[in-house]
């Protein structure tokens, strides 16, 4: 499942990301990359462990925690501190897969990675190119969101970012490790959830809503991993 999630931050922590990416120390986007997407990357990153990363992954943190739409689609179980990243003057990344396990810098945890996300945080008219291609069994999907929105998409799918041919294109990247490993089980669960969530408002009260329920907590609990 290629989910967007919108509005992940408001207008104020946009701005305030921003000033604070301006101010950062960027380095070679190689330096987070694997044997074979190495040669297929060329971008910049702030470095792993930078403040300026850390403080602005802690809000991106704390805002997903709360937005009830990225919680019922990932079901996270762990998730990696955010990175950043900015392709300009014809940069892009080729076509690659993610690492399956990521190690944190600096601590023993490591996170199996289910899902990729990126939140875009400069608006589509402000570069050209730069579009996220993902593909999956229907196909390719190509994604290019305002700023403050974010996509969630299987880590085992192959993607690239097209060539930024004009301007910056600025973004937040990082890995997911979900309750449920396996993405068919964890979009069921998905479509379960949202479809309990329009009946309980289009027919409040109606009894078949707790039955509903009580079979996505007894799915959640035959697959999931804490
Ligand atoms: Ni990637």
């Known amino acids: 499942m ?10 104020e922590q946009m701005a305030r990301a921003r000033r604070m990416l301006q ?11 694997g ?15 930078h403040p300026v990363a850390r403080q602005l992954g802690e809000m991106i ?9 990225f919680v019922s689609a990932a079901l996270p179980l762990k998730v990696f501190p955010p990175l950043f990243n900015r392709y300009e003057g014809g940069q892009s990344f080729g076509n690659h897969v993610d690492n399956a396990i990521r190690s944190v810098a600096g601590a023993s945890t490591r996170v199996r990675t289910d899902l990729s996300a990126t939140l875009f945080l400069t608006e589509p008219d402000e570069y050209d190119g730069g579009e996220l291609l993902v593909e999956d069994t ?23 970012v097209r060539p930024v041919t ?15 490993r396996d993405d068919g089980e964890r979009t069921l669960l ?3 959830d949202t479809a309990i969530q329009r009946l309980t408002v289009d027919v409040p009260a109606h009894p078949a809503a707790v039955q509903l329920t009580a079979v996505y907590h007894n ?3 035959r697959w999931a991993d804490v």
């Open 190 to 192: 998905f479509d379960l």
């Open 2 to 11: 290629v989910l967007q999630i919108p509005d992940v931050l408001s207008q």
């Open 166 to 180: 004009r301007g910056a294109r600025l973004a937040s990247f990082f890995w997911i490790q979900s309750m449920l």
């Open 138 to 160: 229907f196909g390719v999907h190509s994604v290019k969101l305002p700023a403050g929105h974010l996509v969630l998409y299987p880590a085992s799918s192959l993607h690239h």
């Open 23 to 33: 101010t950062a120390e960027w380095v070679d986007g190689r330096i987070t990359a």
């Open 219 to 221: 799915l959640l609990r």
């Open 35 to 49: 044997h074979q997407s190495a040669r297929a990357k060329d971008n910049l990153q702030v470095p792993e462990g």
């Open 61 to 69: 943190l704390a805002e997903l925690q709360r937005n009830a739409l």
